[in-house]
């Protein structure tokens, strides 16, 4: 009996390597064990919870190393090795990097914002919601098939839209948490039947197999196979917040703790994009006659909306920086669109994407730094208008000095040379691929986006309207400022260290 | 003439790209205990004269070590790989024809440094002032010695921000709206050069400039070069400014301090009309020749509308600002530039290269004047100071009103100084363009130019008149004449200013080889 089941085990049960599935492991893990452990702590020590949190980030960031000798996959089908659910391939572990390393930033403004809510943010919830959120996304560039790729992007979503509405008895937080939601989920729903559409006239959810056989699909299913590439590609583009999926940005970003919001700038985002790119580059690269023009269309309406949503903001409105880096968000998603259109019509389209992906880096450092000073800000002027920032060089002038290279970075002028390079890779890669009419619409939003990013620039070094107050700033806030900063300033001497990917293959 | 180790060289034109940027970053470290000076103010001042001396004299001892007897030969190469997955090199040269543009830029910013010493600019702190400055001097000096189209297209940005504050926080009335038309100006002509660069750079496989200079434009389409000068075109005559496109000059001008002013007419300008030089001409000569008559008749407006305008802000009544009148005047200087290197020919480019270096002498002078007028007097409205009957300069300060009178026609293009050869030899060069462009439209274009010249003479002799003559009144409060650090940072542009005119080889023959390899075929 049991000489004949072990060849029968083995052919059903699959072996998983476990060290490949680390990193998404560890965070939902120590989210279970955030979750339990809260419930035996007393009040005094829930900081403790923050740290778990912190460290247990830390160790699947550290989990990427052992992984970057070679591509592993695991979840294979028993009959074909080749076909996988999860692959750990560059372009998975980059943006695993991204992902938790941003998470892990977010992280550590939360410790700060946590404590200065003095107990009115449920810690133990929060931290768990985060972590899960964070393995939802870290899993979601290893997935290589569509049911993993949807499982992972709910992962990651349904903890956020509790983030966000996380402040009890917030109105405006509860609001946003449930236009967040209802948005996303309509977005979510659009997607699966697009899945669903793709399954039934391939056959298939693995991603590679896809890309062979909806090539040859019945003629009378070559509709369906169109609609379901269109409607996929919808949940994601909500993710990203390309237009016309962006309205729920700026009300997310207002309602929800500063640190939520840094964190859905750059994560959210992440999930976004690279499950574009999966969908796209990997899964149906013989439909870039549908996505391309789709995708840039429907880049250039987001960064021109993004862009012009943040012009308007007014400097002495509520919570303005936070709307405007908002607004700001919508724009930069557009331009990471670019280069996944742009490989529709690319001979190399892994090199088109990798530019997405040093842009994304990029802005993942110079944007969670933007939105850590922003949260220093905001522990003496609550309201976080941009006006607020006037004069900020005279009480704090290291911050101020590092959230303008953050601003520069951003718009991409130096000093801030790193940003200056990212977007001429995304440039480059539009003009590589022929796409000559979405470089001009860029350019022209780069220089809008100048007039607003550098307004609040100059405002940091006006002369302050009132004598400013010294406070401490707290260690977890400052090392968050110091990591960001430190790594904008090193990209911007070794651009390289990114603009690598834009140059090899990921896959 | 001197023989200097070629790693010295090398050394050298690293240092003097890299040491103001190393300045800058120095100036927001406390100062050593030994060199804190009477107050933190002055030492600060201080430094940045020291920093930027520094440069000046590594710029001379370049100028010096350069192989005098090969012009046209790159010297001083460095060349490393700086960010692969790009193509982008930290590739630094200098020939003749950007080697008197770095002398130059080191100069004017060591003068304005100096001038600032002892005259600082009303605003915010003298620190920020000297470390803006310092990148400024980095950022232009960069741009004359990047032989890497992306390279060069970062330089051409990294003077948009210290640019702007200068003008933003330590200008006159109206600063802020004319740093915003400069800036968004500069960066929306700088974006869609990007754009034209990179379709080069893309298209012919290389983003080196000695590569694509020596390719001579036949790894490129015709059609891509017609685009690729369009698009880089228009950057670049953003900031030259060519007419239409000019209209930020003004404003940044009469908003800009004295020093920004200088800088900014010295030798921002200057970036543009040689990326024309170093990029246009020898990388995309196809597409150059299908808009040179455009240029040029561009080029020719420019000159005729600097000129008008001009006439009509000196005309009294009609509360012309001198300032923004020297603005225009350099509208037209740089449109006999834009002509000279239209014609395409050895002679043009010579002329404009030429006209480029003398109008940064003579303008800067001008600046300097002009400022040092307003701090006296408070204004620099023409009929302010002149009231009814001149301002009466050569009466209440004879030597400053000299100096301007000195200027004003050295401005004109008095044979015999600077002004005269660069507009004589673009002119010349429009009498016989280059084969494939159409004589007549250049002999048109020739005989409106020359007609320019007249209209100069005619408003700068208006402005001396109303300036410099007069009659002093009656118990008027004399002015201070010139002080001895204005002396200190005036003297070496007039004296470069006559030497230039009277001695024109001394120039031309560091320009002339490396133009006629240019046109023939790229850089050895």
């Given at each position: 009996?049991?000489?004949?089941?072990?060849?029968?085990?083995?052919?059903?049960?699959?072996?998983?390597?476990?060290?490949?599935?680390?990193?998404?492991?560890?965070?939902?893990v120590v989210g279970l064990v955030v979750l339990v452990v809260d419930l035996f702590v007393g009040d005094a020590k829930k900081g403790l919870l923050g740290w778990l949190s912190v460290a247990g980030l830390a160790a699947s960031t550290l989990m990427l190393l052992p992984l970057l000798d070679g591509d592993r996959s695991t979840f294979c089908l028993t009959g074909d090795a080749a076909v996988c659910s999860y692959t750990a391939d560059r372009f998975t572990l980059v943006i695993q990097f991204l992902v938790l390393g941003g998470a892990l930033l977010a992280a550590l403004l939360s410790v700060t914002v946590l404590k200065d809510a003095n107990r009115e943010l449920p810690e133990g919830e929060f931290w768990f919601l985060l972590l899960s959120s964070a393995a939802g996304a870290a899993l979601l560039p290893a997935s290589r098939d569509l049911a993993t790729l949807i499982v992972a992007l709910e992962v990651a979503s349904l903890p956020a839209f509790a983030l966000v509405g996380i402040k009890r008895g917030d109105r405006k937080s509860s609001e946003a948490a449930l236009k967040f939601f209802l948005s996303s989920v309509t977005a979510t729903a659009v997607s699966l039947m697009g899945v669903s559409f793709v399954y039934a006239s391939t056959g298939t959810l693995y991603l590679t197999e896809i890309a062979t056989k909806i090539q040859n699909v019945d003629g009378?299913?070559?509709?369906?196979?169109?609609?379901?590439?269109?409607?996929?590609?919808?949940?994601?583009?909500?993710?990203?917040?390309?237009?016309?999926?962006?309205?729920?940005?700026?009300?997310?970003?207002?309602?929800?703790?500063?640190?939520?919001?840094?964190?859905?700038?750059?994560?959210?985002?992440?999930?976004?994009?690279?499950?574009?790119?999966?969908?796209?580059?990997?899964?149906?690269?013989?439909?870039?006659?549908?996505?391309?023009?789709?995708?840039?269309?429907?880049?250039?309406?987001?960064?021109?909306?993004?862009?012009?949503?943040?012009?308007?903001?007014?400097?002495?409105?509520?919570?303005?920086?936070?709307?405007?880096?908002?607004?700001?968000?919508?724009?930069?998603?557009?331009?990471?669109?670019?280069?996944?259109?742009?490989?529709?019509?690319?001979?190399?389209?892994?090199?088109?994407?990798?530019?997405?992906?040093?842009?994304?880096?990029?802005?993942?450092?110079?944007?969670?730094?933007?939105?850590?000073?922003?949260?220093?800000?905001?522990?003496?002027?609550?309201?976080?208008?941009?006006?607020?920032?006037?004069?900020?060089?005279?009480?704090?002038?290291?911050?101020?000095?590092?959230?303008?290279?953050?601003?520069?970075?951003?718009?991409?002028?130096p000093p801030g040379i790193i940003g200056l390079f990212a977007k001429v890779t995304v440039f480059s890669a539009a003009v590589d691929a022929g796409l000559g009419w979405l470089a001009v619409v860029?350019?022209?939003?780069?220089?809008?986006?100048?007039?607003?990013?550098?307004?609040?620039?100059?405002?940091?070094?006006?002369?302050?309207?009132?004598?400013?107050?010294?406070?401490?700033?707290?260690?977890?806030?400052?090392?968050?400022?110091?990591?960001?900063?430190?790594?904008?300033?090193a990209l911007s001497g070794a651009p390289q260290l990114v603009l690598r990917f834009s140059d090899t293959g990921l896959f | 003439m001197v023989d200097i180790n070629e790693s010295v060289m090398q050394f050298l034109l690293a240092f003097i790209v890299v040491g103001p940027l190393l300045g800058a970053a120095a100036a927001f470290l406390p100062a050593p205990p030994g060199l804190k000076g009477k107050s933190p103010e002055q030492a600060m001042l201080r430094h940045g004269v020291t920093v930027t001396g520094a440069v000046l004299i590594a710029a001379i001892v370049l100028a010096l070590g350069f192989d005098h007897n090969q012009p046209s030969r790159m010297q001083a190469t460095t060349d490393i790989s700086w960010i692969p997955a790009l193509d982008v090199r930290i590739h630094l040269g200098t020939d003749g024809i950007s080697l008197p543009l770095l002398v130059l830029t080191a100069l004017l910013t060591f003068l304005c440094a100096l001038y600032s010493y002892f005259k600082m600019p009303s605003g915010p702190t003298p620190k920020a002032f000297v470390a803006l400055l310092l990148v400024l001097e980095s950022g232009t000096l960069a741009t004359f010695a990047v032989l890497d189209l992306l390279l060069f297209f970062l330089a051409f940005e990294m003077v948009l921000i210290p640019m702007y504050f200068l003008i933003a926080r330590w200008g006159g009335e109206q600063r802020q709206a004319a740093a915003w038309k400069f800036i968004l100006y500069t960066l929306l002509g700088s974006v869609v050069m990007l754009l034209g660069l990179l379709l080069v750079g893309l298209k012919s496989g290389t983003f080196d400039m000695m590569a694509l200079a020596t390719d001579n434009g036949r790894s490129l389409t015709t059609s891509v070069q017609v685009i690729a000068v369009l698009a880089i075109g228009i950057g670049l005559a953003v900031k030259t400014p060519m007419w239409p496109l000019h209209s930020w000059l003004p404003d940044a001008h009469t908003a800009a301090p004295t020093v920004g002013s200088v800088l900014l007419a010295g030798v921002l300008l200057k970036m543009g009309t040689y990326g024309f030089v170093r990029i246009l001409l020898p990388i995309t000569p196809d597409g150059f020749r299908t808009f040179a008559p455009y240029l040029a008749a561009f080029a020719v407006v420019g000159i005729i509308y600097g000129s008008l305008a001009c006439l009509a802000l000196a005309?009294?009544?009609?509360?012309?600002?001198?300032?923004?009148?020297?603005?225009?005047?350099?509208?037209?200087?740089?449109?006999?530039?834009?002509?000279?290197?239209?014609?395409?020919?050895?002679?043009?480019?010579?002329?404009?290269?030429?006209?480029?270096?003398?109008?940064?002498?003579?303008?800067?002078?001008?600046?300097?004047?002009?400022?040092?007028?307003?701090?006296?007097?408070?204004?620099?409205d023409l009929?302010?100071?002149?009231?009814?009957?001149?301002?009466?300069?050569?009466?209440?300060?004879?030597?400053?009103?000299?100096?301007?009178?000195?200027?004003?026609?050295?401005?004109?293009?008095?044979?015999?100084?600077?002004?005269?050869?660069?507009?004589?030899?673009?002119?010349?060069?429009?009498?016989?363009?280059?084969?494939?462009?159409?004589?007549?439209?250049?002999?048109?274009?020739?005989?409106?130019?020359?007609?320019?010249?007249?209209?100069?003479?005619?408003?700068?002799?208006?402005?001396?008149?109303r300036v410099c003559m007069g009659v002093v009144p009656q118990g008027s409060p004399g002015l201070a004449d010139v002080q001895t650090y204005e002396f200190a940072a005036w003297t070496p542009l007039v004296a470069l200013t006559v030497v230039a005119g009277l001695w024109p080889k001394a120039l031309l023959g560091l320009t002339d080889p490396a133009v006629q390899q240019l046109l023939a075929g790229g850089t050895r």
């Open positions: 009996m049991s000489s004949l089941a072990q060849p029968l085990a083995e052919s059903v049960v699959q072996s998983v390597d476990w060290l490949a599935i680390a990193p998404p492991t560890i965070a939902a009378q299913l070559h509709t369906l196979a169109q609609t379901g590439v269109v409607l996929t590609l919808v949940g994601f583009a909500f993710k990203t917040a390309a237009v016309p999926f962006h309205f729920w940005v700026p009300d997310t970003y207002v309602g929800a703790p500063l640190p939520v919001a840094a964190y859905l700038s750059v994560v959210g985002k992440a999930v976004g994009f690279s499950g574009l790119i999966l969908v796209t580059v990997i899964a149906l690269p013989s439909y870039a006659d549908v996505w391309g023009p789709a995708l840039a269309a429907l880049a250039a309406l987001t960064m021109t909306i993004g862009n012009v949503g943040a012009l308007r903001q007014q400097p002495t409105h509520a919570y303005s920086a936070v709307r405007l880096l908002a607004w700001s968000s919508v724009g930069q998603a557009g331009y990471l669109l670019v280069p996944i259109a742009a490989a529709a019509y690319s001979q190399d389209a892994e090199k088109a994407v990798g530019s997405t992906i040093a842009y994304a880096l990029m802005y993942a450092a110079v944007n969670l730094g933007a939105f850590a000073v922003a949260a220093l800000v905001a522990r003496t002027k609550p309201l976080n208008r941009i006006s607020d920032y006037r004069g900020l060089y005279a009480s704090r002038p290291l911050s101020a000095l590092v959230l303008g290279f953050f601003l520069l970075c951003l718009a991409g002028l860029m350019a022209v939003n780069v220089v809008i986006a100048l007039f607003y990013y550098l307004q609040w620039t100059t405002l940091l070094f006006r002369a302050p309207e009132e004598e400013p107050e010294k406070h401490r700033v707290p260690a977890p806030l400052t090392a968050a400022i110091a990591l960001t900063a430190v790594l904008g300033v | 005309k009294q009544g009609a509360k012309g600002d001198l300032k923004r009148l020297i603005a225009y005047s350099s509208v037209g200087h740089m449109g006999f530039v834009l002509l000279g290197i239209a014609t395409m020919t050895p002679t043009g480019v010579n002329g404009a290269l030429f006209a480029n270096i003398a109008h940064g002498l003579i303008t800067g002078l001008l600046f300097f004047l002009v400022g040092a007028l307003k701090d006296r007097t408070g204004t620099s009929d302010t100071l002149a009231e009814k009957t001149g301002a009466a300069l050569y009466g209440k300060a004879p030597r400053l009103g000299g100096l301007l009178a000195f200027g004003a026609v050295a401005s004109l293009g008095l044979p015999g100084l600077a002004g005269f050869w660069g507009e004589m030899l673009a002119l010349f060069g429009a009498f016989d363009p280059a084969d494939g462009l159409s004589r007549p439209a250049f002999l048109t274009f020739m005989a409106i130019a020359a007609f320019g010249t007249l209209l100069t003479a005619a408003y700068m002799l208006i402005v001396v008149r």
